[in-house]
């Protein structure tokens, strides 16, 4: 019980000063220990953008799980992470070349006793996304979640938004 309440509260501090998501998955991957050499890569494709706060808390929290998930139980040899971030959508993906995900446990949509599957899906409906599993036993598994832009991305502030109003009487 008191590990489980250190690993909450370590998580609460690490979102709070979450700034670059690609830096905070490989902490996680260098923390994560590893009975194996895992190649372990991020990805980001896109120009940054800022993620709304509770996005970004969120997308952190199920790609955090999709690594550790991976590195424990996978028995990859290569791990990827793919950061996208599209005029349309944001796109999260954690990829592995390991065994893949027992299809009962898919299907059934969690292993008994575990809340990792069901608290990914859970997080992903509170910021409007979507997430999706694709496993086959011995060809890995990928973990994709996509938030549209309207709930992914932080608005600007009005000060930062020009708009340009024409007078009554101007033409063109």
């Known amino acids: 019980m008191a590990e489980g309440r250190d690993r909450v509260r370590n998580l609460r501090a690490a979102v709070e000063s ?45 790609g955090r799980e999709a690594i550790v998930n ?22 999260l993906r954690v990829r592995d070349d390991g065994r893949g995900i027992d299809p009962e446990v898919l299907e059934n949509g969690a292993r008994d006793g575990h809340w990792g599957l069901p608290g990914m899906r859970e997080r992903a409906t509170r910021i409007g996304g979507q997430l999706e599993f694709w496993s086959r036993p011995a060809s890995g598994t990928e973990v994709g979640l996509t938030v549209p832009a309207a709930m992914a991305y932080r608005a600007l502030p009005k000060s930062k938004i020009s708009w340009f109003r024409r007078s009554p009487g101007m033409s063109g």
Not at 42 to 60: A, D, F, H, I, K
Not at 70 to 91: C, K, M, N, P
């Open 70 to 91: 991976a590195l424990s139980h996978s028995e990859g040899l290569h791990i990827e992470v793919e950061i996208t971030y599209d005029a349309r959508q944001f796109r």
């Open 18 to 62: 979450l700034t670059d998501l690609p830096a905070a998955f490989q902490q996680v991957a260098d923390e994560t220990s590893q009975t194996r050499d895992t190649s372990f890569k991020t990805v980001v494709e896109g120009s940054v953008r800022v993620l709304s706060p509770m996005v970004l808390e969120e997308c952190y929290a199920i």
